[in-house]
């Protein structure tokens, strides 16, 4: 049966009760395969969809390994890795994966009322994350030490270890309670209590005290839609996150034979030595490329001077050709290999009146290649690093043509 239509009665959320229950015993009222994939259909139900920021829980049915869950129009849909017999079913949740989405949500629930403490920064969304979580801010910007207070009092509700409760109200007794935000659903609405502090309408799985919920750490932010989303780790993943940033340290501190604390004055140290030795290095080539100037020239019988140099960079053969024209009265044509390119610089000096663009639709005909320049100097660039040599050969041949030397 491949029917896209569910039509079965609502599935019983276990979840909604009790969101620790682990394992669980059920009926099969349905068995159907979607996109090839097989999906069964239970009258109750620990396994919760994906809804409202929160990924789906894996686990198995009979031993059969659950892969997606889904829910349509109150139904609870198990997708399967393969096919599951009887109608008696055992179900087992991934506890590991589920109780770190419990942190991660019951964290955001935190963090949204700290903002809006804090700062009367409105939640817009949350997502949940395989590594991190964010949440969206209706704020345009916000000083670190506001975002600072804001993690801080996050945690600090966390350690009060409140209680964190779920029931359901009727529509008409939600205004009785203060909702930090109004509820997308009609009717009976799930409400998620952090003990008299926080009250949204959820309908995904919570820590059972805040306690649980562990550290709090936001850990990026950036705009985005004029708003600021913030990322954050809870619980477990702050600790992996915290292992993660002292092991990258403690790397930079080894590389740096320093402390930790001391990397980054060390790195702001290096940096500068670095910037100091390319100056250096730079004016050290310049004074390299006259005397390398004056050697080509001496050595070349011809007044159209090439040469191919693949260890040089795009700066340094432009370099070297201006000197070479500089010293003599000649045409320069020069070539090195980039990442994935290879560059041309074709310089003449200026009292041969002669303009080496007119070689680029030569070039072009036979090699893919772009740049430009003025009459006395070009620079061509090519991603086919292997016709360096032929672009060469073939501007030589074209300017000693056009300009009569040899
Ligand atoms: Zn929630």
């Known amino acids: 049966m491949t029917e896209d239509k569910i039509n079965y009665p609502p599935t019983d959320k276990l979840y909604f009760e009790n969101s620790y229950l682990k394992e669980f015993r059920a009926r099969a009222i349905g068995q159907e395969i979607r996109d090839g994939q097989s999906l069964i259909i239970l009258d109750r139900t620990a396994f919760y969809p994906e809804s409202g920021g929160q990924p789906y829980d894996l686990g ?96 600090q509700i966390v350690f009060s270890d409140l209680e964190i409760k779920t029931y359901f109200l009727p529509e008409e007794e939600i205004s009785t309670i203060p909702l930090r ?135 340094g053969i432009k370099f070297l050709a201006l000197h070479l024209v500089h010293e003599s009265e000649v045409i320069a044509v020069l070539a090195c290999l980039a990442e994935d390119s290879f560059h041309l610089v074709i310089a003449a000096t200026d009292s041969l009146k002669i303009d080496v663009r007119t070689v680029i639709p030569f070039l072009q005909a036979e090699i893919k290649l772009k740049g430009g320049g003025s009459p006395s100097l070009v620079q061509l660039i090519s991603g086919e690093q292997d016709k360096a040599e032929k672009a060469l050969q073939l501007a030589v041949d074209i300017l000693k043509k056009q300009s009569g030397l040899s």
Request: charge should be negative.
């Open 60 to 155: 198995s049915l009979n031993g059969v390994k659950v892969v997606r869950v889904e829910e349509e129009d109150g139904v609870v849909l198990h997708f399967l890795e393969g096919e599951l017999a009887g109608e008696e079913v055992y179900g087992q949740i991934d506890w590991e994966r589920r109780f770190d989405h419990m942190q991660q949500h019951s964290g955001q629930h935190i963090l949204s009322q700290a903002f809006y403490q804090i700062i009367k920064g409105e939640t817009l969304s949350f997502h949940l994350g395989q590594e991190e979580s964010t949440v969206e801010i209706d704020l345009p910007s916000i000083k670190d030490e506001t975002s600072y207070q804001v993690e801080r009092l996050a945690n």
């Open 181 to 315: 935000k109004p509820p997308k659903k009609t009717g009976k609405i799930r409400i998620v209590e952090v003990d008299g502090l926080d009250y949204s309408a959820c309908g995904g799985t919570h820590c059972e005290r805040s306690g649980q919920i562990g550290l709090i750490k936001i850990i990026k932010q950036e705009k985005i839609r004029g708003h600021l989303r913030f990322s954050f780790v809870c619980g477990f993943r702050a600790l992996l996150e915290f292992e993660e940033r002292r092991q990258w340290l403690q790397a930079a501190a080894r590389l740096f034979s320093s402390e930790e604390k001391e990397v980054p004055a060390s790195a702001d140290r290096a940096l500068s030595e670095l910037r100091n030795l390319k100056k250096k290095q730079k004016k050290l080539e310049e004074n390299l490329t006259i005397f390398e100037a004056r050697d080509i020239l001496a050595k070349s019988q011809s007044k159209v001077i090439s040469g191919f140099f693949p260890d040089k960079s795009p700066d």
